[in-house]
């Protein structure tokens, strides 16, 4: 990652694109805590949270779903959703709300992360971001490696979530997918954003000149307030 | 003595092993770090002991009070003082600052205490060598069988902590997935802190037992750090309970070789250790860190 | 590619050539030692070269094959076994001395299959424990009367001066001679390989360095050398005693002079090894707080100060003395050299 400056406001689904290696998931990373930045500013509703360490901003309403999904294999579904619960967040998901959201883990509670499938564990990384009632969720390519149909799934699932007041900011490789769910568009290219603006004034063709660098032009950045 | 016999005595000295091998594994296995001040550590458990019964004439059953919240608090500093800028430093650190830690500690003990070897074998008064005879000429010590008994309790202790608290699952996540773990809340370092008190814990009851089941002096540490290990190696099974039977296996090894030659304790224990390190790289491939993450990890 | 700048690949810079000028002229000032120096000078230089030795080939495991041993005093206390047994049976002394030092190193063959194939945490305790059951074994050779152990008595045929020369010549010369080995090693295909495995044995690997190949050799090098220095040590103190050539304690004196002198750096290993040679002189006899200094010093050091005090120096002013790395001259500019210093990570292996 060069640099990249932008904001983010309460409720906006912002749709992070751009080639493998343009930097998504570092950024992502970097807003989680678990990337430290050798320069720059991260801020939480104004408040600085560079120094704060990843599991601290759990605490404060910043929830990672990481890229490969990254389960503890070795426990159980139920296990990897208590182990985030502990956050005491207060907040509508619960472990109840999580089977309800995603039906299909309430028969799996039990089975070993490791055992599931694809989809299964999507839905499990994502619920277990979910049990710390997160404020802001970033969802790092969550149909990486998932069936089309499991996909649909997950987001259905995550339909819920988009229409409420959460604010998400998602890695997602299928442009058409990222244009219908998001608000916002942000196209990233070797490190840096070259393209930031309205989900639903962009077109296809915007996104696919920004995504292969083929019009360096940077339109203006930074239009919300401080997420 | 009987083959029989030599096998029921090899087992109560496997309840010691398992004793002290499993806070070694414990601490490999959510750590990676081996830490070589781990005999050394128990050494200091013993004296801490010895100086409460001799010296402040507490009670051997009150002064544990006082030894094991010692020890875990040691460990805490440790892990945050020492072990948590190793360990950041790469995979060969740790094992140079805990081999001159325990350089250090062996020493001091030398220099505050002297050189004699001392045993509390004596403050426990009869337990030290009373025996259940069970006939044919065998005799289980009552103070072998508790510590075997101590030692399946401990482990079954931390066999349910591991896998129904909540800092156990932290442990656990943390072991696994250190980055992730951070990810969805849990602190890290903290959970570290915790692995090695309660760690430093079960060096605190091997060191107690070991200083009423034989003489111990300021440079025990080593003997005590390599028969650990070789237990938690010896027993890679894939739970908890893989230090018990390892345990068991070197203490039975060490009691056969016993009684072919005055050295052949050792030696024995040395050897199957080896041939079983041997046979386990050839035939299965996996080593200590495997088995030690498989034996965090699974709950049951 | 662009032909536009010559570059040329630099072995050796002025510098290191004049220190190897140097190191040859003191070389023959050694010498020449037991002709022109006091007894006690003799006997105190011996011990260094011991020193010098062991910190070297410690020093190469550790820091050029990543291999971290706590059980080296196998080998030292091997060495000196075979020595005592093969002047028993009927061998010069002095021949017997090297000659031991030479069949550890082919015993140590086999072990390295065995050993290498653990993980560094397991290769460390491992090895102490081979040594441990080295020293039991040994034991059991009714030669070795236990702990009372054996003296070299072959020695006595000498005349005590004569003794002390002869000593003296050999610890220069196999110093000389291992040194030269590790050295060349380093500037061989092999060095280069170790300093791949040093940065990233998986990247290593799948470009084709024989990475178990490569340590093999160190292995098998570093055994022949603390042999060596075991019987040497065997030579100035006449008594084989199992106890105290198997102890941990010269684990903890390599230990202590390489991670002080500078893990992976062959001139910290020297540096090392004469620093601990000194503080040993001084402060020696002071008995437990020496050792417990020692320790601690390891510890601080490989907390705070991981590339050893060569690190310091050689940060402090840009020195490389050996020329082990090498250099790109840009066609009529500044040698840039690349060596192991531009990493800016800390060399400690394993990170």
Not at chain 1, 28 to 44: D, F, N, Q, T, Y
Not at chain 2, 101 to 118: C, H, K, M, S
Not at chain 3, 64 to 85: D, E, K, N
Not at chain 3, 124 to 153: F, K, Y
């Amino acid at each position: 990652m060069r640099e990249a400056t932008f904001g983010i406001a309460e409720g906006e689904i912002v749709a992070l694109i751009g080639a493998n290696g343009a930097g998504k998931t570092t950024l992502l990373r970097a807003i989680a805590g678990a990337h430290h930045p050798s320069a720059g500013i991260v801020r939480l509703d104004g408040t600085d949270v560079t120094q704060v360490p990843a599991h601290r901003r759990v605490a404060m309403g910043i929830a990672l779903v990481p890229e490969g999904r990254r389960l503890f294999t070795t426990m159980s579904v139920e296990e990897n959703l208590r182990i985030a619960g502990s956050g005491s967040r207060n907040g509508e998901w619960s472990m109840e709300r999580i089977f309800e959201a995603f039906p299909m883990l309430r028969a799996r509670r039990k089975a070993r992360a490791g055992d599931l499938s694809g989809g299964e564990q999507q839905a499990t990384a994502i619920g277990r971001a979910l049990m710390s009632n997160p404020r802001v969720l970033l969802l790092d390519e969550v149909s990486l490696g998932l069936s089309p149909l499991a996909v649909e799934q997950v987001y259905q699932s995550l339909q819920t979530l988009m229409t409420g007041k959460s604010t998400i900011v998602l890695v997602e490789q299928d442009l058409n997918r990222a244009l219908r769910v998001a608000t916002r568009v942000i196209c990233m290219l070797e490190g840096r954003i070259v393209m930031d603006g309205e989900a639903r004034s962009t077109t296809r063709e915007q996104v696919t000149q920004a995504y292969f660098g083929l019009e360096r032009r940077r339109t203006a950045v930074g239009t919300g307030t401080s997420a | 003595m009987t083959l029989i016999n030599a096998l029921i005595q090899g087992t109560l000295l496997g309840g010691y092993y398992a004793i002290i091998a499993c806070g070694l594994s414990f601490m490999f296995g959510v750590m990676r770090i081996i830490n070589l001040a781990h005999g050394s550590l128990a050494v200091v458990a013993a004296f801490l002991f010895w100086a409460a019964v001799e010296r402040m004439e507490m009670s051997p059953l009150l002064a544990p009070l006082l030894v094991v919240p010692a020890m875990a608090a040691i460990g805490w500093l440790l892990q945050r003082g020492i072990l948590e800028r190793s360990a950041r430093a790469g995979t060969l650190v740790p094992i140079l600052s805990t081999f001159g830690l325990a350089i250090v500690i062996e020493n001091l003990l030398f220099q505050y205490f002297g050189a004699d070897t001392r045993s509390l074998a004596p403050a426990i008064g009869d337990l030290s060598f009373e025996s259940w005879g069970i006939g044919g000429g065998i005799y289980i010590g009552k103070l072998a069988i508790l510590i075997l008994v101590a030692a399946i309790l401990l482990l079954g202790g931390l066999q349910v902590f591991l896998t129904h608290t909540q800092i156990g699952r932290e442990i656990r996540a943390t072991a696994e997935d250190p980055d992730t773990a951070e990810l969805v809340g849990v602190n890290s370092r903290a959970v570290n802190a915790v692995a090695t008190a309660i760690a430093m814990a079960t060096v605190a009851i091997a060191g107690m037992f070991l200083s009423v089941r034989a003489a111990f002096d300021p440079y025990a540490g080593p003997m005590q750090l390599i028969f650990a290990f070789e237990a938690a190696v010896i027993g890679g099974a894939g739970s908890l309970w893989g230090t018990l039977i390892g345990g068991i296996v070197l203490g039975i090894a060490q009691t056969i070789g016993a009684q072919i030659h005055p050295l052949g304790f050792l030696i024995a224990g040395h050897s199957v250790f080896l041939v079983i390190l041997f046979v386990r790289l050839y035939l299965t491939g996996p080593g200590l860190a495997t088995f030690v993450r498989a034996m965090i990890r699974r709950p049951a | 590619m662009s032909t536009r700048t010559d570059i040329t690949v630099q072995r050796w810079t002025s510098l290191s050539a004049g220190v190897a000028a140097g190191v040859a002229v003191l070389a023959v000032i050694l010498a020449v030692g037991p002709i022109v120096m006091s007894a006690n000078a003799i006997d105190k230089l011996t011990t260094l070269f011991i020193y010098v030795i062991l910190a070297v080939m410690w020093n190469a495991l550790a820091g050029y094959a990543g291999l971290i041993s706590v059980g080296q005093q196998a080998f030292f206390g091997v060495g000196a076994y075979f020595a005592i047994r093969l002047s028993e049976s009927g061998v010069n002394v002095y021949l017997a001395l090297v000659l031991a030092a030479m069949l550890t190193g082919v015993l140590s063959l086999p072990v390295s299959v065995f050993m290498l194939r653990l993980r560094a945490g397991e290769f460390a305790i491992g090895m102490w424990v081979v040594s441990e059951l080295t020293r039991l074994l040994v034991n059991l050779d009714p030669l070795i009367q236990g702990d009372t152990g054996r003296s070299l008595i072959a020695l006595s045929s000498y005349s005590t001066s004569d003794r002390r020369a002869f000593t003296y010549w050999l610890a220069l010369l196999s110093l000389g001679a291992l040194v030269g080995l590790v050295f060349f090693l380093l500037r061989s295909r092999i060095g280069s390989a170790m300093q791949a495995i040093r940065d990233n044995e998986e990247a290593a690997k799948s470009i084709g360095v024989k990475v178990l190949a490569a340590k093999r050799v160190i292995f098998v090098l570093a055994a022949v050398g603390c042999a060596m220095a075991g019987t040497l040590w065997l030579a100035t103190s006449t008594t084989f005693q199992p106890r105290s050539f198997f102890s941990i304690q010269w684990t903890a004196y390599m230990l202590f002079m390489v991670l002080v002198g500078g893990i992976g750096r062959f001139e910290g290993a020297i540096l090392g090894a004469i620093l601990f040679f000194l503080l040993e002189s001084w402060f020696g006899a002071t008995g437990v707080w020496y050792l417990i200094g020692l320790g601690l010093a390891a510890l601080l050091f490989s907390l705070f100060l991981p590339r050893g005090l060569w690190g310091v120096i050689e940060d402090r002013f840009r020195l490389e003395l050996l020329p082990v790395g090498y250099r790109l001259r840009m066609g009529g500019g500044q040698a840039r050299q690349s060596t192991d210093k531009q990493r800016t990570a800390s060399p400690t292996p394993g990170a």
